[in-house]
């Protein structure tokens, strides 16, 4: 097992059973207790659980989100065909927002090599783009959140009053056909709906583990979206569901 994919699997484990022994984790991962210290350690450092003798207790609520070290190297190969999906709905020329998260990252870096114009809505993805030859880059106003580095406040919101993109390219943390998409910050939620807002045409970006969640802050409801690209692991339920509210969705 990768170490991300095994940190990703102590984590949840662990904010499931509230705490956890490290023989329990070895046993669960197949890694060795050694192995399982040093993760724990990672994880400690990253604010995610809490260190006792023989074990840790998650940090974590049930509805908070991992922080983003956890999360951006965490099904990578999944969200780049997500996102290469994505840049392929795009014409060159086309004004673009990009929201925050990691889905999002990995479209802008798929956008590096194109002739659009670009507002990311995170100085990661701000980074990313950053000297892409072919992109005219506008970077907004913010409040930058730690670790997240999305920018959110009435500055943000206030850049993306005053501009309208062809496309807005929008992550969440929970969507469904009935509650909408949701997001887990009310500050990053108020973003969310101000770029929907600026843009002609909405395109989410969801693994498939999130078209059966809900999180605390709504943003918008699916008949917002024109689009959705998730992967191919996505049940047919959530997604038929979707299509029946007039949302296009695909696949990869």
Do not use: N, W
């Not at 023989?54 to 969200?79: Q, V």
């Not at 479209?107 to 659009?116: D, F, K, S």
């Not at 008949?223 to 998730?230: D, G, I, K, R, S």
Request: aromatic share 2%.
């Amino acid at each position: 097992m990768a170490s991300t994919d095994r940190l990703r699997q102590i984590t949840d484990a662990v904010r499931a059973a509230g705490r956890l022994g490290v023989a329990e984790l070895a046993g669960l991962t197949g890694a060795s207790e050694m192995t399982i210290r040093r993760d724990l350690e990672t994880l400690a450092d990253q604010g995610v659980l809490e260190r006792y003798r023989g074990g840790a207790r998650s940090l974590l609520l049930r509805g908070e989100e991992p922080p983003f070290a956890l999360r951006e190297h965490d099904g990578i190969e999944t969200k780049r065909r997500i996102a290469a999906e994505v840049a392929g709905l795009i014409a060159d020329g086309e004004s673009v927002v990009v929201d925050s998260g990691t889905t999002c990252l990995e479209v802008a870096r798929a956008l590096a090599h194109r002739r659009v114009t670009a507002m990311p809505l995170s100085l990661h993805a701000v980074h990313a783009l950053t000297g892409a030859p072919q992109v005219t880059l506008l970077v907004p106003g913010g409040r930058p959140r730690p670790g997240e580095l999305a920018l959110t406040g009435p500055l943000t919101t206030a850049s993306l009053a005053a501009l309208r993109f062809d496309t807005a390219v929008i992550g969440c943390c929970g969507l469904t056909a009935s509650d909408g998409l949701t997001a887990y910050d009310l500050d990053d939620a108020a973003v969310k709906r101000a770029a929907i807002g600026s843009a002609r045409r909405v395109i989410a970006v969801a693994e498939a583990a999130k078209l059966s969640r809900t999180a605390l802050a709504f943003v918008a409801p699916a008949t917002a979206l024109h689009a959705v690209v998730t992967d191919v692991t996505a049940q047919d339920e959530e997604t038929d569901a979707l299509a029946t509210a007039g949302v296009t969705v695909r696949k990869v």
